[in-house]
């Protein structure tokens, strides 16, 4: 079986999608890839998270063909496709209906910097991705356009994806913007946040690229 640990992974952070809250149902989807032999390992299309086996794992190649595996890949494939096409360094993708930022993507509105914690995301806005069909190609290659050299972008009317350099980082992104975008609807609902400026938040990127254990002790 191609990509074990991959699958293996897949099938892990899937069920940590559901139990950390990022999405519900069947929604979201979750994808590895492996720069050495071009392949990526993605969740099937409308499984249960709790019941799918590292064997319903789908893998495919960057053209869209399925090398191996018997279950229809995501409908979001080409969204994966082409952050690992586009983004050198990227190996892990998680997409999200998470409520928070689902809630930004219908209201057409960035992720602020209402706290510093969004320097995960190697920005100090999460940009929007302008409203495009799910499960089209027009919609991967305009999420790569928004996204630029952030590790996220919200989905207009949608949703959300984070990328990361393993799949540890990518859902941490993804957790970390949905928890960022509930402080900033909170604030909302009161009053209007105070956004950090760039200039801090690009310090504080700084701070976690160097200090790696920083960031637990936040
Ligand atoms: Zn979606």
């Known amino acids: ?3 074990e640990k ?9 069920k940590k999608l559901i139990t950390e809250n990022l999405t519900d149902g069947t929604g979201g989807n979750i ?10 390992a993605i969740s099937p299309s409308g499984m249960d998270y709790f019941i799918i086996q590292p064997e319903d794992i789908v893998i495919m190649n960057l053209d869209g063909e399925i ?3 018997s279950r229809k890949p995501s409908s979001e494939k080409d969204l994966h496709i082409e952050m690992y096409k586009n983004k050198p360094g990227i190996t892990a993708a998680v997409h999200t209906h998470s409520m928070f930022c689902t809630t930004l993507a219908c209201l057409g509105m960035p992720i602020y910097s209402v706290h510093y914690v969004l320097a995960d995301a190697a920005t100090d806005v999460v ?11 027009d919609l991967a290659l305009a999420a790569v ?17 984070s990328v990361g350099k ?38 504080v990127m700084i701070k976690f690229q160097t200090h790696g254990q920083v960031k637990e002790k936040k």
């Open 1 to 3: 079986m191609l990509m």
């Open 6 to 14: 991959e699958r293996n992974l897949v099938v892990e952070y899937g």
């Open 31 to 40: 994808s590895i890839y492996d720069p050495e032999t071009g392949l990526m």
């Open 67 to 69: 090398v191996e595996g």
């Open 127 to 137: 940009p929007v991705t302008p409203y495009v069909t799910y499960g089209t190609k």
């Open 145 to 161: 356009e928004a996204m630029g050299d952030a590790k996220a972008t919200i989905l207009a009317n949608h949703g959300f994806i």
């Open 166 to 203: 393993n799949i540890g980082d990518a859902f941490g992104i993804a957790r970390e913007c949905e928890w960022v975008a509930q402080i900033q609807w909170r604030t909302m609902c009161v009053g209007k946040p105070n956004i950090l400026s760039r200039e801090e938040m690009e310090r």
